[in-house]
T-cell receptor
Framework: DQQVKQNSPSLSVQEGRISILNCDYTNSMFDYFLWYKKYPAEGPTFLISISSIKDKNEDGRFTVFLNKSAKHLSLHIVPSQPGDSAVYFCAAGYTGANSKLTFGKGITLSVRP | NAGVMQNPRHLVRRRGQEARLRCSPMKGHSHVYWYRQLPEEGLKFMVYLQKENIIDESGMPKERFSAEFPKEGPSILRIQQVVRGDSAAYFC?????????????FGQGTRLTVV
């Protein structure tokens, strides 16, 4: 049972444009969500998180939006840069779950120069 | 401050052998998590440990897999009698306390290949 779903396996955008990466979840108990970025042969690197009490969190070029009623979140990167090309994982957890995370399968983002 | 260190980076084992994966958390971190990533999949939680204690092993296969985090030294994930299906990337993550947002710092992973 895939509790965190990233239905698009890949996304290609032009440098300077906006990248929108989507994520859906099914478990209503999740109360925080994270995005991790991963380069080949490296471990995931934390990017940004959002608590379920918020609907938006912004950090520089990265903004995460949360729609609890739709059980949907998205990561916006603007402007996109070639160095953003990587695999992006959406992850979720809930208080009382010992901080263990449930990950989606990831989206491969390619930013074209 | 060194990051989470995992070794070896690559490990090849024949079917039936044992695999030992090591993880040294970041300095000052007492919480360690192990995740497994199968090809074309996301990371799957395996086990959560604190020093000398297994807190949550709900993601660990019931047989052949074990984990420890001794008082001194790295955390060890041990796989006995490996099979082809154990081939995966194994990631360790650490955090200083139970962070409310779930953030953890990941190592570079150990890529296990069973031949």
């Amino acid at each position: 049972d895939q509790q965190v779903k990233q239905n698009s396996p890949s996304l290609s955008v032009q440098e300077g444009r906006i990248s929108i990466l989507n994520c859906d979840y099914t478990n209503s108990m999740f109360d925080y969500f994270l995005w991790y970025k991963k380069y080949p042969a490296e471990g995931p690197t934390f990017l940004i998180s959002i608590s379920s009490i918020k609907d938006k969190n912004e950090d520089g070029r990265f903004t995460v939006f949360l729609n609890k009623s739709a059980k949907h979140l998205s990561l916006h990167i603007v402007p996109s840069q070639p160095g953003d090309s990587a695999v992006y994982f959406c992850a979720a957890g809930y208080t009382g779950a010992n901080s263990k995370l449930t990950f989606g399968k990831g989206i491969t983002l390619s930013v074209r120069p | 401050n060194a990051g989470v260190m995992q070794n070896p980076r690559h490990l090849v084992r024949r079917r039936g052998q044992e695999a030992r994966l090591r993880c040294s958390p970041m300095k000052g971190h007492s919480h360690v998590y192990w995740y497994r990533q199968l090809p074309e999949e996301g990371l799957k939680f395996m086990v959560y440990l604190q020093k000398e204690n297994i807190i949550d092993e709900s993601g660990m296969p019931k047989e052949r897999f074990s984990a420890e985090f001794p008082k001194e030294g790295p955390s060890i994930l041990r796989i006995q009698q490996v099979v082809r299906g154990d081939s995966a990337a194994y990631f360790c993550a650490s955090s200083p306390v139970l962070k409310g947002n779930g953030e953890a710092f990941f190592g570079q992973g150990t890529r296990l290949t069973v031949v």
